[in-house]
C-alpha cells in the first residue's frame, strides 16, 4: 500500500512537472541569466550580476508566471491535446483541472509578490503579462494569424523584461532578439503543422487549416531565407567572438530544416522539424558564452 502511495505521488510530481514544461522553464531561467552576464552587461563582475537581488526576483517573478501560463494553455487546451497528444495528456491528468486551476492563480500571485520587490513598474509589466497570457489562451489562440504572433511576443517577452532592467539599447541586442523571434515564430507555425488533426476538430484557425499545408510549408521557407539575414550581419557587422561558430551552424541545420520541410507529409516529421527549431534555440542560449571566452575565464578566475 505505501509503494502504491509512493508511486501515485511520484506520478503527481511528473505530471505537474509535465503541465508546467519544467525543461522551458529550467532553459528559460538559465537563458535569462546568460543574456544578462553576457549581452546586456558584459562590463560586470559575474558575481555582481549573478547576485543581483533584483535580477534574481526578476526572472523567479518570469518563471513562476510562465509556469502559470503553461498551465492555463494546458487547462484550456486539454481536449485538443487528448487528440494531438494522447501520452502526455494521460500523465497530465494525474492533475485534476482544479489543482491546476489553484495552482495556476498561487503562481501568478507568487509572480508579483517577487516583481513588487523589483519595482511597482514590475508589478505593472507583469501583471499586464498574467492578462496577455490568460486572454491568448482563452480567447487570441483561436484567431488565424494573431494566435502565432502573440505567441512568439509572449515567448520572448521574458526577454525584454532584463533587457529594460539593465537599458542596454545597443543594436546587436536587437539583432540578436530579431533572430530569435523569427526562430520562435516558425516553431509556432511548425506546431500548427504537428497538430493540424486536433485544431481541425476543435474549430481552431490556424494557418494550415486555413490555407492548407503547402502555403504553410512556403512561409516557413520564407521566414527561414529571412532569419538568415540576422545571421549574415551578426556574423559581418558585430563582434560576437566564437558565437559565429553557432551561426555558421545554423545556416547548416536550416538547410536541413528545409530540405526535411519539403519531403514532410506525417505528423512524426513536422515533430522532428519542431525539435530542430527548438535545438537551435537551445543551442543559440548556451552559445552566448563563446561570445569572449577570454573575458569569460577572466571574469570568472
Known sequence: MATLSKKRLLLKILSFISVI???????LVIAQYLTSM?????????????????????VLSTASIVAAGYIINNFYDSEKDLINRPQKTMLDRFVSQR????????????????????????????????FVIW?????????????????????????????????????????HATFLYLMIVM????????????????????????????????????????????VYLLITY????????????????????????????AKWQYLLLHNLLKFIIVAGVFSILLIDIQALLSRVF
Open 38 to 58: 553576457f549581452i546586456l552587461s558584459p562590463d560586470h563582475p559575474l558575481g555582481q550580476v549573478l547576485f543581483d537581488p533584483n535580477l534574481f526576483f526578476l
Open 135 to 175: 486572454f491568448y489562451s482563452h480567447r487570441l489562440k483561436k484567431i488565424l494569424f494573431v494566435n502565432n504572433l502573440v505567441a512568439s511576443v509572449l515567448t520572448i517577452t521574458p526577454f525584454f523584461a532584463v533587457f529594460v532592467y539593465y537599458k542596454n539599447f545597443e543594436t546587436v541586442i536587437f539583432v
Open 21 to 27: 514544461r519544467g525543461y522551458n522553464i529550467l532553459v
Open 99 to 130: 489543482t491546476k486551476l489553484s495552482v495556476y492563480f498561487i503562481l501568478n500571485l507568487a509572480g508579483i509578490f517577487f516583481a513588487s520587490y523589483v519595482s511597482f513598474r514590475a508589478v505593472v509589466f507583469f501583471s499586464i503579462y498574467i
Open 187 to 230: 516553431r509556432e507555425l511548425v506546431k500548427d503543422l504537428e497538430n493540424m488533426k486536433g485544431d481541425l476538430v476543435l474549430g481552431y484557425r490556424t494557418i494550415p487549416i486555413v490555407y492548407g499545408e503547402r502555403l504553410s510549408k512556403s512561409l516557413l521557407t520564407g521566414l527561414s531565407v529571412i532569419s538568415l539575414i540576422p
Open 238 to 265: 558585430f563582434e560576437i567572438g566564437e558565437m559565429d561558430i553557432f551561426f555558421y551552424g545554423v545556416f547548416f541545420l536550416l538547410f536541413i530544416f528545409l530540405l526535411i520541410l519539403y519531403f514532410s507529409k
